[in-house]
């Protein structure tokens, strides 16, 4: 079975983080989302992908190629336009055949993709829609479904008081190809809003599943640090390069801390990071690779990407920084999600 990533939306909710780059390449634990996901659909047997670009779309290109650094084979589908989560399904047509899955790829989850595929198998659907249960339904597509788990009713984001039920859409379909033939091409097409509901409304079998393990859709920056402080706290899973020291300390290789210097865990720090006297990381933090925490330097329940500076006494609490800032000399940042342009790209 073919994998179908969606991973072209503009990531509008994470900005600054995603002015540049496509929201599933945002890093987690230090790698990008999409690498992971990548990586743990091959663990399931999937290794035929077909990514659906639009934003940046030279920024999944060229880290990806063609798959084979990663053991897989990637194609991919780029839209002149933003055609939308049923539109970029359509257009990339060609590159499907078959039963295939597909995937909004800002989702970090568990999903296993193959009990989801053993029971669309099972109920003969044309379309089985992984569901979790939310608190609050109200961002997300929600379901209605009969006893035997046929949704009856799709509705996107609904007002919280007119939600049909806690159970939502996860962003994970397996389908049928014929499902393709009922979205229409060369326009913006919604799958939540336009496909779905069309396709109960005509009566097709439509299935919902729920996904056991982790879920959380990136969205927003404050669902992207609950993503990492989830996996600082060990609920979420996922491989990572830094090595556990014991105790709650992850460090990657070639890293500096200096005499003095305190990480209180949970923490996270990546390769080559050099760490200055008396700098204080953590809790709750995680620092890309490359980055340099200055002399009396405070970081807590904050994320650097990589190549990021903290110069000496700077303080951050809350904070996430996109690649290759510097943050000053005693600046104090509170609260702040910060991103700068790089070098290159500056007129
Ligand atoms: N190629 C392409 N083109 N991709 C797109 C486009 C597009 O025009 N629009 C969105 N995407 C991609 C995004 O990059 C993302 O990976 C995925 O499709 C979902 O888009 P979001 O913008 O993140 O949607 P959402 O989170 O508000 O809602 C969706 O996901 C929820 C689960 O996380 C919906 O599918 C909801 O029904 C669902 O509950
Ligand atoms: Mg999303």
Redesign the pocket.
């Known amino acids: 079975m073919k994998a179908l990533?969606?991973?072209?939306?503009?990531?509008?909710?994470m900005r600054p983080l995603t002015e540049r780059l496509?929201?599933?390449m945002a890093p987690v634990g230090n790698r990008p989302w999409l690498e992971h996901l990548i990586a743990g659909l091959k663990e399931q047997g999937i290794r035929e992908f077909v990514?659906?670009?639009?934003?940046y779309p030279e920024r999944i290109t060229e880290y990806f190629g063609d798959g084979r650094k990663w053991g897989v084979s990637i194609r991919y589908?780029?839209?002149p336009?933003?055609?939308?989560?049923a539109?970029?399904?359509k257009?990339a047509e060609k590159w499907l055949d078959g039963r295939f899955v597909a995937?909004?790829?800002?989702?970090v989850h568990h999903a296993d993709i193959r009990a989801l595929a053993a029971e669309h198998e099972r109920t003969g659907a044309l379309v089985t829609i992984g569901l979790?249960e939310v608190a609050d339904?109200s961002?997300?597509?929600?379901v209605e479904q009969t006893e035997d788990g046929r949704i009856v009713r799709?509705v996107?984001?609904p007002p919280r008081e007119e939600a049909p039920s806690n159970r939502?859409?996860?962003?994970i379909y397996i389908m049928e190809p014929e499902v393709l033939k009922k979205i229409p091409s060369g326009r913006?097409v919604?799958?939540?809003r336009e496909t779905?509901p069309q396709l109960i409304a005509e009566g097709c079998r439509v299935q919902g599943v729920p996904i056991g393990g982790y879920?959380m859709?990136?969205?927003t920056s404050e669902r992207y640090r609950r993503i990492h402080w989830d996996l600082l706290d060990g609920k979420l899973e996922l491989e990572l390069r830094e090595k556990e020291r014991g105790g709650g300390i992850r460090i990657g290789e070639g890293t500096e801390i200096a005499q003095g210097a305190m990480l209180v865990p949970p923490v996270l720090v990546g390769s080559r990071v050099k760490i200055g006297e008396r700098a204080v990381v953590g809790p709750y933090a995680v620092i890309g690779d490359d980055c340099v925490i200055g002399r009396g330097a405070k970081i807590t329940h904050s994320i650097l990407w990589d190549r990021c500076t903290a110069a000496e006494a700077a303080q951050l609490n809350r904070c996430i920084v996109g690649s290759g800032l510097k943050i000053g000399s005693r600046h104090l940042l509170h609260e702040a999600v910060v991103n700068v342009i790089p070098e290159a790209e500056t007129i």
């Open positions: 990533l969606l991973a072209g939306g503009f990531g509008t909710r496509p929201k599933p990514i659906a670009v639009k934003h589908a780029q839209e336009v933003p055609l939308g989560t539109g970029a399904i257009n995937i909004n790829a800002d989702v979790v339904p961002q997300f597509g929600v799709f996107e984001k939502i859409n996860a962003g913006e919604s799958i939540e779905f879920w859709d990136m969205g």
